[in-house]
């Protein structure tokens, strides 16, 4: 079954939902949370995954959630139920997001977190 994970009580509208597709993507995830919340201190910033995973990806993320600073999303989609791939995950990671920007990031670490603050001053 999809299963679907968000915070309660988001106090307001965040500025930046960063978006982040997911295949097995296990041993980045911890990393990959960890920078986001480093460089993004005193933003208002939620973090919406969409998990097309065989690995224990979906665990991870859903651990991490439980002790990060900041709300993290996730929507675990299960074999047969992953329409479009990695297309189909942002459609429907735009439709879960709530930031007034959203900031789509690969899982991969290619894409530093360290530079959503300067985007964001770009807006
Ligand atoms: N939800 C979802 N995410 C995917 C899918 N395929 C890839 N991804 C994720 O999309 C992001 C980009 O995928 P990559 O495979 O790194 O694509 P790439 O950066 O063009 O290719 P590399 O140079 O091989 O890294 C990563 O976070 C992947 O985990 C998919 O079918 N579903
Ligand atoms: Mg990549």
């Given at each position: 079954m999809t299963s679907i994970t968000r915070p309660e009580g988001l106090?307001?509208?965040p500025l930046v939902s960063i978006l982040v597709p997911t295949r097995n993507e296990s041993a980045n995830i911890e990393p990959l949370?960890?920078?986001i919340e480093r460089s993004t201190q005193g933003l208002r910033v939620e973090v919406v995954f969409v998990d097309d995973s065989d690995d224990d990806t979906a665990e991870r993320i859903a651990r991490m959630a439980?002790?990060?600073s900041l709300p993290v999303a996730l929507?675990?989609?299960?074999r047969g139920q992953r329409e479009g791939g990695l297309g189909g995950a942002v459609l429907?990671?735009?439709g879960l997001s709530s930031g007034k920007w959203i900031c789509v990031m690969d899982g991969d670490l290619q894409h530093p977190p360290e530079v959503i603050r300067d985007l964001l001053a770009k807006g």
């Open positions: 106090p307001g509208v949370i960890a920078r439980k002790r990060s929507l675990a989609r299960p429907v990671g735009f």
